[in-house]
DNA sequence: AATTAAATTTAGACAAAACTAAAAATAGGT
DNA sequence: ACCTATTTTTAGTTTTGTCTAAATTTAATT
């Protein structure tokens, strides 16, 4: 496995392609920011190894080995970014970049002792699941705090954009993820939201709202 | 910096190409198990990048800068190989490979985090000094135990010899870094050593005492 | 069913880092 | 000073991953 397969499949992964979706050479192409052409290629040579199903002209998915290696490369991004948060006191909007060098790292145990090390969280520091070591996802009950009913109470438990500038953005306003969040209101005009978090009250636009997602109490 | 052009520039110092003597080609080849041809043309662009004073059928030694990335490459190796064996239970035999790919991870953030997390530790799992941010290193008085004279006393600091069998040897044998030493005897026929480790007696053959360095006390 | 626009692949090239085999330079011994 | 063995470099290939530009296929529209 070279750095840049794992890139590949990592990515088939996100853009769907591990239900057996087929995603297009551009979409790949697109969200890593090469071209089409080394799309291709780089889909010849996973197919050729078993780890994706290639049809020209059609796309590739993710075969059963393809997606246990993606799971298996997501599943040391996001502990190595509960490390950097938890132990060397990253913010969250830090974690990225280096946990994109991390997840390279080829060392089985160095992983496990880690997972270890930070008692097996089952999230990382955006609310995303940490697949298991044998690659099961700890899916969670949670919608986006947009499709939330008037007076549903939750608690913020994750967020859709993970960007940096969303992220600033949300500690700048006190936003964090374990809040309780109550919605009060919502304005037709603008689809904006009132709420109460941590029982403040605030106003929160759609954007921000349809980027962040809690976990419904009743 | 690519990942081998930080490989040549640690492998140039280790041969001792800091201190402006000259390695030569093949000496490097053989160190890093690659070509001699394969090492001039990075000799070459080294060179150019200002690392390497490189002269043809003369070999190479690190310019000030060459020798600046060399130690801060040598620095993280050693805080990595600290961090595995103090927060994650990794054996001193285990940890050189897996600190060879996280040497390369680049954020000064991270590495400084570590060694802040680590409480600024001064030598590594094997006894070698960690170089200082500013790339300094703090020497030790420290000689090989086959040296040492007969009732002279010391404290085990270092291996010369890190490789996994003689770790694996040493640990056997109850050999730890930090354990106290008292030269008995010399043997003049094979040049072993009667000791007294820890207050126990013991042999240990020429080819162990030229690979333990020790601390004398008096 | 034909045409056209968009998506995708092919073909050929390039850069990095390595290798092999052949050529050139150095150093040691006489 | 010369010859020879050794070391080192050069020249030409290979592999991996990328690119551009041209060709092909698909899909959408009429």
């Known amino acids: 496995m070279t750095r840049s397969e794992e890139n590949y499949l990592k990515t088939i992964f996100?853009?769907?392609?591990?239900?057996?979706?087929?995603?297009?050479?551009?979409?790949?192409?697109?969200?890593?920011?090469?071209?089409?052409?080394?799309?291709?290629?780089?889909?010849?040579?996973?197919?050729?190894?078993?780890?994706v199903d290639y049809v020209r002209y059609q796309g590739v998915s993710l075969t059963g080995a393809g997606v246990k290696t993606?799971?298996?490369?997501?599943?040391?991004?996001?502990?190595?970014?509960?490390?950097?948060?938890?132990?060397?006191?990253?913010?969250?909007?830090e974690v990225?970049?280096?946990?994109?060098?991390?997840?390279?790292?080829?060392?089985?145990?160095?992983?496990?002792?880690i997972d270890e090390l930070l008692e097996f969280p089952k999230y990382d520091p955006h609310g995303d699941p940490i697949p298991t070591k044998d690659g099961k996802f700890q899916?969670?009950?949670?919608?986006?705090?947009?499709?939330?009913?008037?007076?549903?109470?939750?608690?913020?438990?994750?967020?859709?954009?993970?960007?940096?500038?969303?992220?600033?953005?949300?500690?700048?306003?006190?936003?964090?993820?374990?809040?309780?969040?109550?919605?009060?209101d919502k304005e037709d005009f603008d689809n904006s939201l009132r709420i109460q978090m941590e029982g403040k009250e605030m106003r929160i636009s759609h954007q921000i709202a349809s980027n962040l997602y809690v976990k419904k109490n009743d």
């Open 139 to 184: 899916e969670r009950d949670e919608k986006l705090l947009s499709e939330m009913p008037i007076n549903s109470k939750g608690i913020c438990v994750g967020v859709k954009d993970s960007s940096v500038p969303f992220l600033k953005f949300l500690d700048k306003n006190k936003i964090a993820l374990g809040n309780t969040i109550k919605v009060m």
């Open 70 to 93: 993606a799971l298996s490369i997501i599943r040391k991004h996001r502990l190595w970014e509960v490390f950097l948060v938890e132990k060397l006191d990253f913010t969250w909007d």
């Open 14 to 51: 996100h853009l769907g392609g591990g239900d057996s979706k087929s995603i297009t050479t551009n979409a790949i192409a697109e969200q890593m920011e090469t071209k089409p052409s080394s799309v291709t290629d780089m889909a010849k040579k996973l197919s050729e190894k078993g780890l």
């Open 96 to 113: 990225h970049e280096v946990a994109e060098q991390l997840e390279h790292i080829k060392s089985e145990k160095l992983i496990d002792k």
